[in-house]
T-cell receptor, first 113, second 115 residues
């Protein structure tokens, strides 16, 4: 059974640009969550999607957005990149109705220069 | 809002010995889940163990076990017979059973295994 796949693994962008990150959940998982990991702030929740609807959103500015497609794949977008957006972005998927925790991908390392 | 605190930024242990990582949390909810995740250099967060708050029995997964003290809001992880492959960052996480479907993480503990 394939795990959670995140692409790309690494990304370097310039301030002011925008970026799109992709996450393919485990087959059958309809809930996809995104987290930002930085040395200073640790792991912070960005948002969660279920059946193409955003159910929960963390405390991030509107430059951070996401969406989920009918096949449960999810993308997150960051517009007008700032240096502080440099982070590891982790995606996690889970099967609704169970509480076996979340399965994470290996993340996308975004560097803003 | 719920918070999770890991007071040990770094821990080290000799191979084959036992180590305990501490975690405390703050919540007003009575129904929730607690998790320990491991993050090796590969970056992928790996679920180590989970505990339902309504269960009094402490969860165990092979060499990993927890000491869940609900009244004290404490959730420590014990690793027995430590192995070199256990070296990683360990994160304690909380998730509400009825509220927002999100994990609230502690700051992490970096565990080093000395051969």
């Amino acid at each position: 059974k394939a795990g959670v796949t995140q692409t790309p693994r690494y990304l370097i962008k310039t301030r002011g640009q925008q970026v799109t990150l992709s996450c393919s959940p485990i087959s059958g998982h309809r809930s996809v969550s995104w987290y930002q990991q930085t040395p200073g702030q640790g792991l912070q929740f960005l948002f969660e999607y279920f059946s193409e609807t955003q159910r929960n959103k963390g405390n991030f500015p509107g430059r951070f957005s996401g969406r989920q497609f009918s096949n449960s794949r999810s993308e997150m977008n960051v517009s007008t990149l700032e240096l502080g957006d440099s982070a590891l972005y982790l995606c996690a998927s889970s099967y609704e109705g169970t509480d076996y925790g979340y399965t994470f991908g290996s993340g996308t390392r975004l560097t803003v220069v | 809002a719920q918070t999770v605190t890991q007071s040990q930024p770094e821990m080290s242990v000799q191979e084959a010995e036992t180590v305990t990582l501490s975690c405390t949390y703050d919540t007003s909810e009575s129904d929730y889940y607690l998790f320990w995740y491991k993050q090796p250099p590969s970056r992928q967060m790996i679920l180590v163990i989970r505990q339902e708050a309504y269960k009094q029995q402490n969860a165990t997964e092979n060499r990993f076990s927890v000491n869940f003290q609900k009244a004290a809001k404490s959730f420590s992880l014990k690793i027995s017979d430590s192995q070199l492959g256990d070296a990683a960052m360990y994160f304690c996480a909380y998730r509400s059973a009825r509220g927002a479907q999100k994990l609230v993480f502690g700051q992490g503990t970096r565990l080093t295994i000395n051969p």
